[in-house]
């Protein structure tokens, strides 16, 4: 009988491909050099563009850390012929929204707006002008970094935020992914820098935009060729240097007043374009990725009630980011659940997932897949994702396919050769006292 069921499951799993509706992606090149990612819909009478650049956090100078992020957010802080207060004002009388985000690869701005003609002109005319004749006033760049500074000086106290900022720098060393902000070099930043930053990094031949909603191919070609035919051109490629994949291992502990003991344990894992993506993605979600399903969450918190969530993930990035494994527990407690972590990775890394655990897991994934596209706003993210790190058109349409083909031994491979259990960083935060060294 069990037999008969895990075939109903596996043939119920292939038919969803075949009934999945993703959206149809169209792409060109705007005459500014553009990429342009655009899906139609016209169910609703709204629209939403995001424009994205290689600017992340990465791009920062080694001294000047936090500049990426400080160009980003003074971009709808004023803007030629407007301070911030009319653009705020200027959004707010159409309903229009402003979005901005940045991560170690990337920063950009969106736009959420209704798509009748006379609400979607303003919002285009300020968000044109947001991106390509920002001001970057002095003032307001003071008062930023006063903020930016005070947020560094509270992280500084929190064991969360301590832990993220050593374990970036024992995973990555100096490498940009393993930079953080620090007070000092916030202080550094000067207007000169913010400008030089933007003139080099959001250059219209950089630009990715994201187009989805209520207007045609000919409305979505004239809206990407106004956002980006006045920006900067011909500015410097950027490149991120490549990461040293393999690591010593290291243990760091640092003292911290909190009951709890934050530990994170990890190393280099794969980049957005890596051939073991898909192998790696449901192996994780087996792993620590699936929530209360995954086995870390049954070892750790179900057998054994030693903490409250454990999880891992992969960063996917340009270059690899980091595969991280991550819970808090009692100080008291916490060399036995580190133990108990490390002995439930290595199990998974030397055998590989069950047939059990596999079947759930490509269930879990493909029936939920879904609730990814179900709006306008997640299927934005998604073009912005295939845009700029240079993704299959098809990709959406290919998704629950690959999950479904992936295979127990695919996984064990890919984990054998990517996750050594013997060359990781591990950080704790809060540790037992007789152990722990003060932070640095």
């Given at each position: ?7 109903v ?21 705007a005459?500014?050099?553009?990429r342009?990612?655009f ?9 939403d ?10 791009f ?12 980003q957010g ?5 803007a030629?012929?407007m ?10 009388d ?5 979005g ?16 009748s ?24 760049l ?5 903020r930016?500074?005070?947020?560094l ?7 969360e935020?301590?832990a993220?900022?050593a ?18 070099s916030?202080?550094?930043?000067r ?7 933007y003139?080099t990094?959001?250059?219209?031949d950089?630009?990715v935009?994201s ?11 004239a809206i ?16 991120i ?5 393999q ?6 502990r640092?003292a911290?007043p909190?009951?709890?003991s ?9 980049a957005r ?5 898909f ?24 057998k054994?009630?030693m903490?409250?969530s454990v ?6 990035t340009?270059e690899?980011?980091?595969?991280q494994?991550?819970?808090?527990t009692?100080?008291?407690?916490a ?6 972590v490390?002995?439930t990775?290595r199990?998974?890394?030397a055998?590989g ?7 759930a897991?490509k ?10 596209i ?11 994702v295939?845009?700029f ?5 098809t ?12 295979t ?18 591990t ?8 152990k ?5």
């Amino acid at each position: 009988m069990r037999t008969k069921m895990l075939v109903v499951v596996a043939l119920l799993l292939s038919g969803i491909n075949s009934v999945l509706a993703t959206p149809q992606i169209q792409h060109w090149q705007a005459p500014s050099g553009a990429r342009v990612f655009f899906v139609e819909n016209r169910n609703l009478p709204m629209l939403d563009v995001a424009v994205d650049f290689a600017a992340g956090s990465s791009f920062d100078p080694a001294e000047k850390s936090g500049l990426a992020g400080m160009t980003q957010g003074l971009l709808d802080l004023g803007a030629e012929g407007m301070s911030e207060d009319d653009i705020a004002r200027g959004m707010a009388d159409i309903g229009a929204q402003l979005g901005g985000r940045i991560d170690s690869d990337r920063s950009g701005i969106s736009l959420r707006t209704l798509s009748s003609a006379a609400e979607r002109d303003q919002a285009l005319d300020i968000l044109a002008r947001v991106l390509q004749r920002p001001l970057f006033p002095e003032a307001v760049l003071a008062r930023e970094k006063t903020r930016l500074i005070a947020g560094l000086k509270e992280a500084e106290t929190r064991p969360e935020s301590i832990a993220a900022k050593a374990f970036g720098k024992a995973v990555f060393g100096d490498h940009p992914y393993g930079v953080s902000p620090s007070v000092a070099s916030a202080e550094k930043i000067r207007r000169d820098d913010v400008e030089a930053f933007y003139r080099t990094h959001y250059s219209a031949d950089a630009a990715v935009v994201s187009i989805m909603g209520d207007v045609t191919r000919a409305e979505a070609e004239a809206i990407a060729q106004k956002l980006t035919g006045q920006l900067p051109q011909g500015g410097k490629a950027a490149r991120i240097p490549p990461v040293a994949m393999q690591i010593n291992t290291s243990e760091q502990r640092i003292a911290h007043p909190a009951t709890q003991s934050h530990i994170l344990i990890g190393a280099p894992g794969m980049a957005r374009n890596d051939p073991d993506y898909f192998p790696l993605y449901v192996g994780n979600y087996i792993l620590g990725g699936g929530g209360f399903v995954s086995r870390l969450m049954n070892e750790v918190r179900e057998k054994r009630g030693m903490a409250y969530s454990v999880y891992s993930y992969f960063v996917p990035t340009l270059e690899p980011g980091m595969f991280q494994v991550g819970l808090q527990t009692r100080k008291e407690q916490a060399d036995e659940a580190l133990q108990l972590v490390r002995a439930t990775l290595r199990g998974f890394i030397a055998k590989g997932p069950t047939a059990k655990e596999l079947l759930a897991a490509k269930q879990n994934i493909i029936g939920g897949f879904p609730l990814r596209i179900d709006s306008n706003k997640k299927i934005l993210e998604y073009l912005g994702v295939i845009g700029f790190y240079g993704l299959p058109l098809t990709y959406l349409d290919d998704f629950t396919g690959k999950v479904d083909k992936v295979t127990a031994a695919q996984i064990h491979d890919a984990f054998k050769r990517r996750v050594n259990p013997d060359a990781m960083a591990t950080v704790i935060v809060g540790a037992p006292e007789e152990k722990a060294e003060p932070a640095k």
